[in-house]
């Protein structure tokens, strides 16, 4: 099977081009041997690149544990970097498939290579049982609930994925791998969910740490990023226009308004390539 190590402001994959390939007969089980730091090539999960009758491919991904998820902003611009540079789709825009449904995306070229990506994320999901969560509000906006005897003030968003949004003091220091597993996995959260603890910087900058459902803590989440904005313009916290500080680096972020797609923008890198066996 051969493979490209990829990485978004470091949300790092293992991604497999079935355009020249037959597809891996197990996903899951190839996602979790992969992904393993010590005994594999070592990523957050596996990114399946695909033919599609929609777009000009499509995307699959799965996380570190095996399970698949819907979407992964990060992974999507890795995706158009690869379809563009290996000659799939050698445009300065291309449409994926994923499981959020087709979306659009504007590259960055810089000698014949991209570089950056902009992403058309699509409307948040607002409606709670959509999301899904057990939580009260469309969306449930600084709802309340206990984790670890502390009580914390959440508010949710679905960019195609679920995500909640903790607003602290500061992100360094904070206990996001104790508080991360218990929030994944609380029964307001049918389908688990991705948490992002966030620090406002002013009304138009934030950092941000992710606890992402089936990997983990990682360096970077892009859907998580667009909830952020998302959210910041729910509870007035920021603005429609974000610069969003994560652990692997920096998304630029916008929602226009009401109803309408949530943008960002970043890098896209090629590490390396091989054949796993």
Not at 13 to 21: A, I, K, L, M
Request: a negative charge; hydrophobic letters at 35%.
């Amino acid at each position: 099977m051969r493979f490209t190590k990829m990485h978004g402001i470091g949300n790092d994959y293992v991604y497999v081009c079935t355009f020249d390939q037959p597809p891996p007969g197990d996903p899951r089980s190839i996602a979790i041997e992969v992904s393993d730091r010590h005994y594999g090539i070592g990523a957050d999960g596996l990114i399946l690149i695909e033919p599609s009758s929609k777009a000009d491919a499509r995307m699959r991904m799965f996380n570190a544990d095996g399970s698949e998820s819907e979407m992964c902003g990060n992974g999507v611009r890795c995706v158009a970097k690869y379809i563009h540079d290996h000659g799939i789709a050698p445009r300065d825009r291309v449409t994926i498939e994923t499981g959020r449904g087709v979306l659009t995306l504007d590259l960055e070229i810089e000698h014949g290579k991209v570089k950056r990506v902009r992403v058309d994320m699509g409307p948040p999901i607002l409606n709670a049982a959509d999301i899904p969560t057990k939580l009260q509000g469309n969306p449930p906006i600084n709802a309340s609930i206990e984790i670890e005897g502390m009580r914390l003030k959440v508010t949710a968003v679905s960019m195609g994925n679920p995500h909640v949004v903790v607003y602290v003091d500061e992100t360094a220091g904070y206990p996001v791998r104790e508080l991360g597993p218990p929030l994944e996995h609380h029964p307001a959260f049918p389908k688990r969910v991705n948490v992002h603890f966030v620090q406002k910087i002013t009304s138009k900058e934030v950092r941000m740490r992710t606890w992402e459902r089936g990997s983990g803590e990682t360096l970077a989440c892009g859907t998580g990023a667009c909830a952020v904005c998302v959210a910041g313009v729910l509870t007035g916290s920021t603005e429609r226009k974000l610069l969003a500080h994560l652990s692997g680096g920096d998304l630029e972020l916008e929602w226009p308004g009401e109803g309408s797609s949530v943008f960002m923008t970043g890098p896209a890198v090629e590490v390396f390539s091989g054949e796993w066996s």
